[in-house]
């Protein structure tokens, strides 16, 4: 025991030393310190206060919670995006960073997509407590003081899309073929992002509050992002695989359930629970931000995907249908 406590003092000055650090004042520090509570450690006392209702209907709470849960998720899916898109940490036993890694290889690909699959599952299959797991009068009346805000300004999930794919596509299908022949650089293709469409006022056509409030806020970063990503997003990252490794069937799964997931059943989740809350016998109730929701949301209307190189002509054809088929028209 005496021979395994010195050899772990050893290797902790070494580790220090390389920090040009004293071990001896790093000791007096933790001599010193506390013993570290769960409370503390997942800030849990802070997590609690950070549900602001703007009315005192209850149901409220849970929509809140639950779109802050979203967002962590997609904290998630980004971390391991980021991961990807670096190589991934090459970390020694003793603790130290010893950089980044030249290549990444088909498994650890794989292995990343697939975490970010299981978010976003887990996001898709627990997306019922928004759909049933609130009364529809108290969500029409307190959706009122959420005006302009909406679910559409969730910055992280763009990131994500940005993280996936190739910026082409991304800009608007009905043009898509038109920039890929022209050429065009990212800031002509983000003018014609396919969201924009989503954020329209369905009377005037013009942008809603929302859409310019979201654009203010991030259009420099998402373009900032796109610049750095166009060599190292998820697609890219694949291309550089060998051609053997790029045959891999579980990576390619892989990247095909990672465009399912995005790209048809969480938008269409949310068409579902839309439906359920804004749909009306004399005409759809209008999303907070003044959203399009009805052709926004679908994917066949979009056709958004990621990978379009690896489904077929038919598949992308009949993008999203049968989802729609099957959950939300039964």
Known sequence: MEKEITDKIKLLEEKYALMGQDLNSYLDGLLLSNYLTY???????????????????????????????????FKLSLHEMEQIAHNGRNILPNGM?????????????SERVGR????????????????????????????MALLPASGFQSAQYRMIEIACTDFINLVDKDVREEHVTKKSDLNDMFKFIYWNKGATELVTGKKTLTLEQFEKKYSAK????????????????????????????????????????????WPLVH??????????????????????????L???????????????????????????DTNVFR
Do not use: C
């Not at 960073?97 to 690909?109: C, P, S, T, V």
């Open 116 to 143: 970010v699959n299981r978010y976003f599952e887990a996001l898709t299959k627990s997306f019922e407590i928004m759909i049933n797991g609130m009364e529809k009068e108290q969500f029409l009346r307190y959706r």
């Open 271 to 296: 068409y579902k629970s839309a439906a359920r809350y804004l749909g009306a016998k004399d005409g759809d109730v209008p999303a907070t931000g003044g959203t399009n929701w009805q052709k926004y």
């Open 97 to 109: 960073d010893k950089g980044w890694k030249d290549k990444i290889d088909a498994i650890y690909l």
């Open 222 to 265: 998402f373009l900032q992002m796109a610049n750095e990503y166009s060599t190292k997003n998820i697609w890219q990252k694949y291309q550089s695989l060998t051609e053997g490794e790029k045959q891999d069937p579980k990576l390619i799964n892989a990247l095909k359930e990672l465009d399912v997931n995005v790209n048809i059943n």
């Open 298 to 324: 679908p994917p066949r209307f979009q056709k958004r995907i990621f990978y379009p190189q690896l489904w077929t002509d038919q598949e992308k054809e009949q993008w999203g249908k049968s989802w729609v």
């Open 39 to 73: 409370w503390d450690y997942t800030q849990v006392d802070t997590l609690l206060t950070l549900q602001k209702p703007k009315t005192d209907f209850p149901d409220e709470l849970i929509f809140i919670i639950y779109h802050q849960i979203t967002e962590l998720y």
